[in-house]
């Protein structure tokens, strides 16, 4: 059995040891990555030829894409690991990919297991030269995965919080915000949810990070109401600051008095005779 991984990049590996499957070039793990993205459907063996090998005329992009799909089998010993003739797909009781498993928890509602299987964007770093349209393909499905994903996590948050479980939605509402510091609506409500739990310092933190993301990658700044959302928690901060009464001042400690010649030993420099001199 192998594993494919498409979350924070791309890799092949055994799925009992983790050991990485050697592959002579790219081109064979795009093969996988494509088939993966096409899930149960596949991939018609013409269209997946012209994605990966785009300036081949029909007959050449065949060959090369037989070739390479022979490859794959004799790096990995598993002869079943693309399945099909003239549709393609991964046999998945051959090779499971994290791909998968995330759009099945992710159907399913199941934030938990969502999150332990996004280790980072869909091909995260990968690019395969020359195939522009294979690019452009992988691109939409970052953008829509990444969306779901985040979509999820505040699904579960909001589940949170309509049942007063108040810790947990912040919980929540953290993790879509670490996924992706450039929404505006997951950060207008991790700040409301820090806010309410009387947490503002912790609120406008995040108001910060949200500002300068937006601001370096962007080159934005937010609207009026984001203004007016931030004032309201400096406001209640300091309210809360001004309401704390300052400490009272320690009372006075009288000494008790001691009897002449009772109580601990003078030092030896502060005998009679006053501070002796070193060496006196």
Do not use: N
């Not at 070039?25 to 018609?44: D, F, I, T």
């Not at 498993?101 to 980072?120: F, I, P, Q, V, W």
């Not at 049942?163 to 993790?175: C, L, M, Q, V, Y």
């Not at 901060?237 to 010649?261: C, F, I, K, S, Y």
């Amino acid at each position: 059995m192998l594993r494919l991984h498409l979350l924070g990049g791309l890799a092949l590996e055994r799925a009992d040891t983790g050991a990485p499957v050697g592959t002579p070039r790219s081109k064979p793990l795009a093969v996988l990555a494509a088939l993966a993205l096409a899930g149960e459907a596949g991939l018609a063996r013409d269209r997946l030829a012209a994605l990966l090998w785009p300036e081949a005329d029909l007959e050449r992009g065949r060959h090369t894409l037989a070739q390479t799909v022979y490859a794959l089998r004799r790096a990995s010993g598993e002869r079943g690991l693309v399945a099909g003739v003239a549709e393609l797909r991964l046999d998945e009781q051959t090779v499971g990919s994290d791909l998968a498993d995330l759009r099945r928890a992710t159907a399913a509602g199941d934030a938990e297991r969502a999150m332990a299987l996004y280790a980072g964007p869909l091909l995260e770093g990968v690019r395969f030269r020359g195939c522009v349209e294979f690019e452009q393909w992988i691109d939409r499905e970052r953008v829509a995965l990444a969306r779901s994903h985040r979509e999820l996590l505040a699904s579960a948050a909001r589940v949170a919080e309509r049942t007063g479980d108040r810790a947990r939605a912040i919980a929540w509402w953290e993790r879509a915000f670490a996924h992706d510091r450039l929404d505006d609506a997951t950060a207008r409500s991790l700040i409301g949810a820090l806010a309410a739990a009387g947490d503002r310092t912790r609120a406008l933190r995040v108001a910060r990070v949200h500002e300068e993301t937006l601001a370096t990658e962007l080159g934005v700044t937010p609207d009026a109401g984001w203004q007016a959302l931030v004032a309201g928690v400096q406001a209640g901060l300091q309210a809360g600051l001004q309401a704390v009464p300052d400490p009272a001042p320690p009372a006075p400690v009288t000494p008790e008095p001691v009897a002449r010649g009772q109580g601990p030993p003078l030092p030896e420099r502060a005998r009679i005779g006053g501070w002796r001199r070193a060496g006196a």
